[in-house]
């Protein structure tokens, strides 16, 4: 399975952005998909997740009421729409997949996608 993230980009505090990430090829069932990000000199941490099957939408504390994760089954993609950004938001932004659950130990993982908020 191939993750293809994209959607990153320069924007100033206060301002959006929509990440994407399209699962492609293999066979394996990518129930749950998400995001995780990592800003230079930090470790990877989860930002947000959902299941397919359940429906269900897992955030960080530090995200929740600013960031909304949603998904589209037929094409087996994960959305992340980012509002209210802020500078401690800048990161590269990774995308994960697994047959039950988005953590750090996730089967697949996409190349990052790296979103900068600055004035």
């Known amino acids: 399975v191939q993750l293809q993230a994209s959607g990153g980009g320069l924007v100033q505090p206060g301002g959006s952005l929509r990440l994407s990430c399209e699962a492609s090829g293999g066979t394996a069932t990518t129930d749950a998909m998400g995001w995780f990000r990592q800003a230079p000199g930090t470790e990877r941490k989860f930002v947000a997740a959902?299941?397919?099957?359940?429906?269900?939408?897992y955030y960080a504390e530090h995200v929740k009421g600013r960031f909304t994760i949603s998904r589209d089954n037929a094409k087996k993609a994960v959305y992340l729409q980012m509002n209210d950004l802020k500078p401690e938001d800048t990161a590269v932004y990774y995308c994960?997949?697994?047959?039950?659950?988005?953590?750090?130990?996730?089967?697949?993982w996409g190349e990052g996608t790296l979103v900068t908020v600055s004035s």
């Open positions: 959902t299941l397919f099957s359940s429906r269900i939408a």
């Open positions: 994960a997949a697994d047959p039950q659950a988005v953590t750090i130990g996730s089967r697949y």
